[in-house]
């Protein structure tokens, strides 16, 4: 049984935490742990972090592999999108991305309640895209379209699925 069946259709359809505010859903991603602090950085919407990326590993076998505390590993209030924003940067474009491939895997570590730990999530195909703004760094992870028009991917309380 694929991953995404374990989980309400409803996830793949909408966003998940649409309509609660970014510390709400730093609580429900990090299950229970409260923000500790805030990272002002000019975006499209407002990101939540999910911990530090690790690494991004490519359907052709290409990782992007991050130092730990290189950068965020976020999702966006709005969108349920995955970014990932290298620490320093202050303001992460609208425009200006390259497609850089599909992905097949998401590495990163995070603090969920009181454990740090390494956590991975296997993409199942259609593999989501990654496109990458030159300058920045900034990575964005955009989902496949399902046959049934639902997104490939999606972040939870149980962090990214699908």
Known sequence: MPERDRY?????????????NPEDIYRRIRWGKEPDSVREIEAPESLVSMGDAAMVIMTGGLAYAFDEGEADLAIGSESNLVYIVPKGVEEIPHDGY????????????SVKGDEEGYYYHEHEPPYPTVFMHEETGVLVVLPAEQEDGSRSYAVSDEGIIG
Request: charged share 30%; hydrophobic share 20%; net charge negative.
């Open 8 to 20: 309400p259709k409803e996830y793949f359809e909408e966003n998940p935490f649409e309509g609660e």
């Open 98 to 109: 390259s497609y850089l491939g599909e992905t097949s895997q998401v590495d990163y570590i």
